[in-house]
Structures are given as C-alpha cells and as structure tokens.
C-alpha cells in the first residue's frame, strides 16, 4: 500500500513541541499526526481534528469531522485555532492541493480559467489566511504528476512565497522540502518505489537531489496504520 510510506513520510516531518493543525477530510494527515504523537512518541499537541484539542484516540471514519471518531478530547474551535495562527502560535498546518507550484502557490480552486474552469475544486477555505501564518507547511499530494507539480498554478488559492516559514510537499513518489534562499526544491525523500529520476520525469519546475532519505516501512508502522484505519479507507484515496 504506497500511501503507507506517504503517511509515514508525513508523520517524520512532525517535531517535538509542535502544534499541529489537521483539517477536515486529511486521511494521511490524520494518521501521520497520531502516528508521530503515538508510535514514535513525539511530543506534539493535534489540533483541530472534529474541533478537538488533542484527542485520546480516533478511529478513522469517511469523515473526519464527525464528533463520533474522537474520544476523551477537550474542544478546540476551527476559530480557536485559526487565532493561535493569527498569533503567531500554530507550527504545522496540512494542505491537499491539486496543484503546487516553483513558488509555493498552491491552487484549491480550479483547474483552467477561473470564469470558465475545465474543473471546478473544493476550494480552500482558510488556505490564503493561514499558509503564509504558521510555521511549517506540509503540502500533500497523492498523484504526482506535470499536472499537479507545476510551473506555474492555474489559481493561487493560498501561497508562502511572501513568508519565510517552511514548506514541504510529501506525494507518492517522495519528499521535496523549499529552499528559501536558493529558491528551488529539494528532493530529501524516497520511497523503495521511486527515484530521483521518475520525480525530475514527473514534476514540471526544476527540482535538485540532497542525498535523499529512503523511507522504508516496517511491521510496527503497518499494523499501527491498519488500526487507525480499520475500513481501509485512505486506499480509496491512491
């Protein structure tokens, strides 16, 4: 299952003290932040899971906003959160992009012209608000091709390229972190899977190799991903 090592990838980014942000209906995102606190006892407080501040447990159901896959959790409001990023206090927010861009543009809304769009996208709610706002970035994207790692977005639903927080993309071929100062990514994950080469093959802007790690998984990982995730639902996403 490659969206196993997409999880695990997403859950090595999170760091000790971090607050960590997931949204609504961030399958990986919410197994990789439960995986981080949980199995690899990071020390790290989960934020905005169904409005809850750093629930007990959760069992990953079709969605993750409903109140009824968490337990023991205080409340934390959408709005609660959003004032901690505002403040300058939320480390890490996901995001699931269609498109990402050499800039750190990234596009939530439509595909094509906005007033006469081939696809018309979910939207990005508070992606312009907070993106540029907290700390760290964690763009993921399950289909990694020239069309969702792109030159340039079809619409810049939210960027970074005006902050200087960090931004790192996690797909199905591996892990690209944004160098500020030279500003290019940088290829530091892959997966048993993939290479440096099928990323170059498959991305549309200029991307440089950093002696990439090679994520591997084991049965600890499998099984802790298996019983966050019962119905196997996060395979609909691959």
Do not use: C
């Not at 407080?45 to 959790?73: C, H, M, Q, Y």
């Not at 907070?130 to 700390?135: A, C, D, F, N, R």
Request: hydrophobic fraction near 40%; proline fraction near 5%.
């Amino acid at each position: 299952m490659k969206i196993d090592y997409v999880i695990k990838a997403i859950s090595l980014e999170l760091e000790d003290g971090e607050k960590v942000y997931v949204g609504l209906n961030s399958i990986p995102a919410v197994i990789a932040a439960f995986m981080a606190r949980d199995l690899y006892k990071r020390k790290i407080r989960i934020l905005g899971v169904a409005e809850a501040d750093n629930p007990k447990r959760i069992e990953i159901s079709p969605s993750t906003g409903s109140p009824f896959f968490i337990e023991e959790s205080p409340v934390m409001t959408t709005v609660d959160s959003f004032d901690l990023a505002q403040k300058g206090l939320l480390d890490v927010m996901f995001l699931g992009p269609v498109q990402i861009d050499e800039e750190t543009n990234v596009n939530l809304s439509v595909i094509g012209d906005y007033f006469k769009p081939k696809v018309r996208l979910p939207g990005g709610a508070a992606t312009a608000y907070i993106m540029p706002l907290v700390k760290k970035v964690i763009l993921w994207n399950l289909k990694h091709s020239k069309k969702s790692l792109v030159k340039k977005v079809d619409f810049v639903t939210g960027s970074a390229k005006f902050s200087n927080n960090k931004v790192v993309i996690v797909t199905n071929l591996g892990v690209l972190k944004y160098d500020r100062d030279n500003k290019l990514w940088k290829i530091t994950g892959l997966y048993p899977f993939s290479s440096v080469k099928e990323i170059h093959d498959n991305t549309e802007f200029t991307v440089k190799a950093e002696n990439p790690q090679v994520i591997e998984l084991n049965k600890d990982e499998e099984e802790f991903i298996k019983n966050m995730d019962p119905y196997e639902l996060r395979l609909a996403l691959e």
